[in-house]
């Protein structure tokens, strides 16, 4: 039975050979605000309430699904954790350390970022064996040779050809320049890697293609993954803990088998009924969401997913819910968890 309880911190239910670990990494109570453009009568500035109060723990070798619909929040969750953006409130911990106080060097180190845009990321002007090998060079690791050769040994870990390295990225198809961007990410031999996206540039059997690559070197590498996608059928396959976030907060998180035989919010709900289902002949009754998600700008009071939930009711609109939580650590912010 689901409880109640105090703040906005998320129970770890990390995979089996992790569960018992300390968190890698803790987010707590997480703010994200940026000022926006248009300004409010008497000339005060809008604000932009991209992150509003986020808590997320990830153990060592862990995946964690951050899932949602563009502009909640996911990727600026994302670059807050990297320091690439900094917090207006909240704290983002690191083996129990302040990541405001770690030398922004040792944080890349041991943090990385796969980005949704693979072109994007790579320098159009540069070989391919450079912009890999470069994280080496920044940090000064190796000779120029030995820095070439890890590079070269990257790209075939990641299932390239080893005269890939003289190639510039316009002559990658977008599934080769997404393993080059993992094969640069991976090149520190960092504990965690944020996943922007990672896949949603990509062809549907380049998707596959990737998120079994992320495995395999998650197995062999002991790699814990941030894994922020709105692809549900990929989050799926890879995550073992789902975190659904609506608006700037985190709606519901549970175990991945339990999050979509047992979903609680009335969002969620909505998001597994959108999900494909690969049999014909089984059919899905399809949740349709009224209007569009509201302003960050101006969230509404109470929950903030109360004007579209086919569930609400006069209290959704006057009073926020508190966390409930069962023992499987499965939890969920709603008034009325589970109700159809």
Same mark, same amino acid.
């Given at each position: ?5 105090? !703040? ?11 569960? &018992? ?18 300004? $409010? ?18 153990? @060592? ?82 000779? @120029? ?14 299932? =390239? ?101 047992? @979903? =609680?919010? @009335? ?52 009073? &926020?819910?508190?966390? $409930? ?12 968890? !589970?109700?159809?």
């Amino acid at each position: 039975m689901l409880q109640p309880r105090g !703040g906005d911190a998320v129970t770890t239910d990390a995979a089996a050979t992790t569960a &018992a670990e300390s968190p890698l990494l803790e987010v707590r109570e997480l703010v994200r605000h940026f000022r926006g453009k248009r300004r $409010r009568p008497f000339g005060r500035p809008t604000v932009v309430r991209a992150v509003d109060g986020v808590s997320l723990s990830l153990a @060592p070798g862990e995946t964690l699904g951050l899932v949602g619909e563009s502009g909640c929040g996911k990727s600026t969750v994302g670059k807050v954790i990297l320091d690439i953006l900094p917090p207006t409130a909240g704290r983002v911990l690191y083996r129990g350390r302040d990541t405001g106080a770690l030398a922004r060097a040792e944080l890349r180190r041991r943090v990385q970022m796969i980005f949704q845009d693979p072109l994007g990321a790579l320098d159009p002007r540069m070989r391919i064996g450079d912009q890999v090998a470069e994280p080496l060079a920044i940090f000064g690791v190796g000779t @120029p040779a030995e820095r070439r050769q890890a590079a070269a040994e990257m790209l075939e870990r990641m299932g =390239l050809k080893r005269h890939m390295v003289a190639r510039y990225p316009h002559e990658l198809s977008g599934g080769q320049q997404q393993r080059v961007v993992i094969a640069r990410a991976l090149m520190l031999k960092p504990e965690l890697v944020v996943c922007d996206e990672p896949i949603s540039a990509l062809d549907v059997s380049i998707k596959a293609q990737v998120i079994n690559l992320l495995s395999r070197l998650q197995g062999q590498l002991g790699l814990a993954y941030l894994f922020i996608s709105h692809d549900l059928s990929a989050v799926r396959h890879i995550c073992h803990r789902i975190a659904v976030m609506y608006l700037g907060r985190v709606v519901e998180t549970a175990p991945r088998e339990e999050l979509f035989a047992r @979903p =609680l919010h @009335p969002y969620t709900r909505a998001l597994i009924s959108a999900v494909p289902v690969p049999d014909p002949s089984v059919r899905r009754r399809r949740i349709i969401l009224n209007g569009e998600p509201p302003s960050p700008i101006d969230p509404p009071n109470g929950c903030r997913f109360h004007p579209r939930c086919p569930s609400a009711r006069a209290i959704c609109a006057d009073a &926020a819910p508190s966390v $409930r939580t069962a023992e499987s650590g499965h939890t969920v912010i709603c008034h009325f968890p !589970g109700d159809a």
